[in-house]
């Protein structure tokens, strides 16, 4: 019985292992690197994940490049002078000192553009992300299920802070 027990447990360790991705690189902790499982005939989709600055001076994310699309974009969400939501590319992300900086649905995120074929759900793809003073870090992205990230915590219990930026 007890065998069985600590199977159970040693499966569960694994599964937890699996689904929480963190990646270090200098300074940078990347955490999560997810996406929406997309439709079969949908053109664009987005990767999401937290990179938490741990170094004593700011680092700003540049760029983001993957082989699943033909053009990646770096998106945030503003609501326009009519109140409604647009998204909008924008050149960097601030990444402020000792700050976690969320990238997630609704809000600032990894645009994928002209995917070469569908996000299916538990399969993962590689992303670049380039940083101007850490360089270039590739991470891999988990492709969640449609409802994956919707309200203010993530299926896997965590609490992501978003720190506003300018």
């Known amino acids: 019985m007890r065998t069985g027990s600590l199977a159970a447990l ?3 360790g694994l599964a937890g292992a699996a689904l929480a991705d963190h990646y270090r690189h200098g300074e940078l ?15 664009n989709g987005g990767a999401y994940l937290t990179i938490t600055n741990e170094g004593t001076s700011p680092d700003r994310l540049l760029e983001a490049r993957s082989p699943v699309a033909s053009r990646v974009e770096l998106h945030t969400h503003d609501v326009d002078s009519e109140g409604v939501m ?12 000792g700050e976690a900086t969320a990238l997630r649905p609704g809000g600032l995120h990894v645009m994928l553009i002209g995917l070469e074929d569908r996000l299916a759900e538990g399969e993962a793809f ?6 101007e003073a850490a360089g270039a870090v590739e991470v891999e992205v988990q492709v969640e299920a ?4 919707i309200g203010d915590h ?4 965590h609490d992501h802070h978003h720190h506003g930026h300018d």
Request: proline share 9%.
């Open 86 to 97: 647009r998204m909008r590319h924008v050149e960097a992300i601030d990444l402020p000192a």
């Open 29 to 43: 902790v990347i955490d999560q690197p997810w996406a929406r499982a997309t439709a079969p005939q949908q053109a």
């Open 10 to 12: 040693a499966l569960i």
């Open 154 to 157: 993530d299926a896997h219990g």
């Open 126 to 131: 590689p992303l670049t992300l380039v940083f």
């Open 146 to 149: 449609v409802t994956f990230g």
